[in-house]
């Protein structure tokens, strides 16, 4: 590896590159402020990467000859180049990205990373987020990394020699940072709900905001629970320091909690620096179905944006707009079921900010099925938990409606009696 500056690192990624930026709190900025700097000597630069926390002034409008942006997962910072027409939404399974990335069909010309500083043997760490990042850079022809003190050093997959790195550029900047949630009513009744499906000795995935929150918080008189989750927030921390998440009664890695990349606090990164119940591991392995089932009753919690009343789980856009990614809900859907004891939950709230009903009599127009109507199986809001599994059309649009917000249950009665006559 050899010690540059950001301008100089750069300098070598050519037109016409396919670029990979590291994903999530590691995306690195003085990179990617350097990168994009050199817009008017570069064309047709296509970016790639998951959902990243800072800026992307890659994907600003008047920069579309030089650069444009193929999303992986959509997040807020690019959200909006997918109306305007800079950047491009792959609907793909998070574990199958990996492959992807090395078989060719996506071919990776550049990895710009962020990596904790080499240890005395020379290994640096790709720290909160290895995902699909580690495939990322190893299939990449050049790989450009700040190395940061801020981010932590991570065990598992995610081990990274400098002979791996052609290029080095030394930062001391705060990993982005996420602070828990402020829960409201409903969001405690979610993770009432939910928690109440969960049974000692289950095996969690989860990811972060104000409903993974509000059920880790409902789970302190839980035993003996174990994780294997794609992502993870601090919350986590409460139940391991008081004895909940122990993991013994797992298959996979028993005592471990096995993740892919997180986002939190400065006291999470802490956490997970150098400690060995952590790995952090990349999603081929995380989110492979064939995996997860191993572990007894995985309990698997995701959100969605929509539940039509036959099942169907938007959870990636409103309508025709693009608001997230298919990610790896699918995957730890399947993987619950297959696993003994299993339960894939779906926890949302039974309406929007606005009031309107997010159980809805069909899917608005566009919008993307990402768990079918035949995976689905637990629909969880305050109202209560709908179990859809081995229930007809009927009997599934009646235990919605039950679920639904009780101001709009009448439209919804309409709405199924028009579609199947009777409901009772």
Not at 328 to 335: A, I, S, Y
Request: charged share 20%; hydrophobic share 40%; aromatic share 6%.
């Amino acid at each position: 590896m050899r010690l540059v500056s950001a301008e100089e690192a750069v300098q070598h990624v050519n037109s016409g590159n396919r670029v990979f930026v590291h994903s999530v709190a590691a995306a690195p900025p003085q990179l990617i402020a350097a990168l994009t700097a050199r817009a008017s000597e570069l064309r047709g630069v296509e970016i790639v990467h998951l959902h990243t926390e800072g800026p992307a002034p890659y994907v600003a409008q008047d920069l579309a000859e030089s650069f444009r942006h193929r999303a992986l997962f959509v997040g807020a910072n690019v959200r909006h180049a997918l109306v305007t027409g800079e950047a491009d939404y792959v609907p793909v399974f998070l574990s199958e990205i990996p492959r992807m990335f090395r078989s060719g069909l996506m071919p990776i010309d550049v990895a710009l990373l962020t990596v904790s500083p080499p240890d005395r043997h020379g290994f640096c760490s790709l720290g909160t987020s290895v995902d699909v990042s580690k495939a990322a850079l190893e299939s990449a022809q050049l790989v450009i990394a700040e190395i940061n003190p801020h981010m932590p050093r991570t065990l598992g997959d995610g081990i990274v020699h400098v002979s791996n790195i052609h290029y080095g550029v030394a930062v001391d900047t705060p990993l982005p940072e996420h602070p828990p949630s402020m829960l409201t009513s409903v969001d405690e009744a979610i993770g009432q709900h939910v928690a109440s499906l969960v049974e000692d000795g289950a095996t969690l995935q989860m990811g972060i905001g104000a409903i993974p929150d509000a059920v880790l918080r409902a789970l302190t008189s839980h035993r003996d629970l174990g994780v294997h989750t794609e992502m993870f927030a601090e919350g986590l921390i409460d139940l391991v320091e008081r004895g909940v998440v122990t993991g013994k009664h797992k298959h996979r890695q028993p005592g471990k909690i096995v993740s892919s990349f997180v986002m939190g606090t400065r006291r999470l990164y802490d956490f997970i620096d150098d400690n060995p119940t952590v790995m952090m591991m990349e999603s081929s392995y995380v989110n492979d179905t064939a995996i997860i089932r191993r572990n007894p009753k995985v309990t698997a919690i995701n959100s969605a944006i929509e539940v039509d009343l036959t099942g169907q789980v938007c959870a990636d856009s409103i309508g025709t707009r693009q608001y997230s990614g298919i990610g790896g809900q699918m995957d730890f859907v399947r993987g619950a079921t297959l696993s003994e004891g299993g339960k894939p939950i779906i926890a949302l709230p039974s309406t929007t900010s606005r009031g309107l009903s997010r159980i809805v009599p069909v899917l608005h127009e566009g919008a993307g099925v990402v768990t079918t109507r035949g995976h689905a199986q637990y629909i969880v809001t305050e109202h209560g938990v709908a179990y859809l599994y081995g229930k007809s059309l009927r009997e599934r649009a009646r235990l919605l409606i039950e679920i639904a917000a009780p101001e709009h249950r009448e439209q919804l009665e309409r709405a199924a009696f028009e579609r199947y006559r009777t409901l009772w």
